[in-house]
C-alpha cells in the first residue's frame, strides 16, 4: 500500500493552500504607487468634429509697446475765417427801427446782424427801402395845376351870336305890334347880344372853376395813393427784417 506518499501529498496541498490565504490576508503597502513621470506626454486626445478650433492665444513672451513711443497728433481743424469788418452804418436806424441784443451780442456783431438781415429781406421781397417816399403837393403845386386845368378847360362859343339872332326875333315881334318892326329887331338883337355874350361868360367861368377844383381833387388824390402803396411796401420789408433779427435774438421795435 502507498499511504505514506498519499498523506504526503495531502500534507504538501495543505501547507501550499496556507500560505496562498496568509499572502491573501497581509495589509496593502502604504507607500503610494510610482505615478506615471509628469514631464511625460500625455496622449493627444481627437479633437470632437464639431468644435471650433481654439483662439490664438498672443505669445507670453511677446515684446510690450515702448513707453516711449510717440502718438500721432490728432488733425487740428482749420483755423476760422477771420470776420468781415463791420458795417459803418446801422442798418435798423436807416428804416426808421431800433434793435436791441437779447444775449448781449457785441456792438459790431450786431451791426452785421442787422446789415445781413437788410440785404436777406430786400433780395426776398424786391423792396428797395432806400426809394424816396412820395411827397405831399404844396398849396403852389395845387394852385399851379389849377391854373393850367382852367386854361385848358372847354369854352362855349357862339353865345353872343345866339343871344343876337333870339334877341332880333323877339325885338321884331315887339316892333311889330309898335308899327316898326325893324326898329324892334335892331334893338332885340343888341339886347340879345349882350345878354348872350353874358350867359357865355358866366358858363365859360363856371367851366374854369370846375376844372380847376378837379385838377386840385385829382393831385392831392394821385399823392394819397402813392403814399399808401409806399407805406404798404415799408411795412412788409420792416416785418421782414423783424423777423430776421427776432431768429438772431434781437428785440426790434
Not at 431768429?247 to 426790434?252: C, G, I, K, N, Q
Request: proline share 10%.
Amino acid at each position: 500500500m502507498n499511504y505514506p506518499r498519499h498523506q504526503a501529498l495531502i500534507v504538501i496541498s495543505l501547507l501550499l493552500l496556507f500560505s496562498v490565504s496568509c499572502k491573501k490576508s497581509e495589509p496593502a503597502s502604504t507607500e503610494p504607487a510610482a505615478s506615471p513621470a509628469t514631464n511625460a506626454p500625455a496622449a493627444a486626445q481627437p479633437a470632437p468634429a464639431n468644435q471650433p478650433a481654439p483662439a490664438a492665444q498672443p505669445a507670453a513672451n511677446a515684446p510690450a509697446p515702448a513707453a516711449n513711443t510717440p502718438v500721432a497728433a490728432a488733425p487740428q481743424p482749420a483755423p476760422a475765417a477771420p470776420l468781415p469788418p463791420p458795417p459803418s452804418f446801422s442798418a435798423a436806424k436807416k428804416i426808421g427801427m431800433f434793435a436791441y441784443p437779447k444775449k448781449n451780442q457785441s456792438s459790431d456783431q450786431q451791426l452785421r446782424d442787422e446789415f445781413d438781415c437788410y440785404n436777406s429781406v430786400q433780395q426776398q421781397t424786391g423792396i428797395n427801402p432806400e426809394a424816396a417816399a412820395p411827397i405831399a403837393p404844396t398849396a403852389e403845386d395845387i394852385q399851379a395845376a389849377q391854373q393850367q386845368a382852367a386854361a385848358n378847360a372847354p369854352q362855349a362859343q357862339g353865345g353872343r351870336v345866339r343871344g343876337a339872332a333870339r334877341g332880333a326875333a323877339g325885338g321884331a315881334v315887339i316892333g311889330a305890334i309898335a308899327g316898326d318892326a325893324g326898329k324892334g329887331a335892331g334893338i332885340g338883337a343888341v339886347a340879345g347880344t349882350m345878354r348872350g355874350g353874358m350867359r357865355q361868360r358866366q358858363t365859360n367861368a363856371a367851366m374854369k372853376d370846375q376844372a380847376a377844383q378837379s385838377a386840385g381833387s385829382q393831385l392831392q388824390q394821385q399823392y394819397n395813393q402813392d403814399k399808401a402803396a409806399y407805406d404798404k411796401k415799408m411795412g412788409t420789408f420792416k416785418r421782414g427784417f423783424s423777423a430776421c433779427m427776432d431768429a438772431r435774438s434781437y428785440s426790434v421795435k
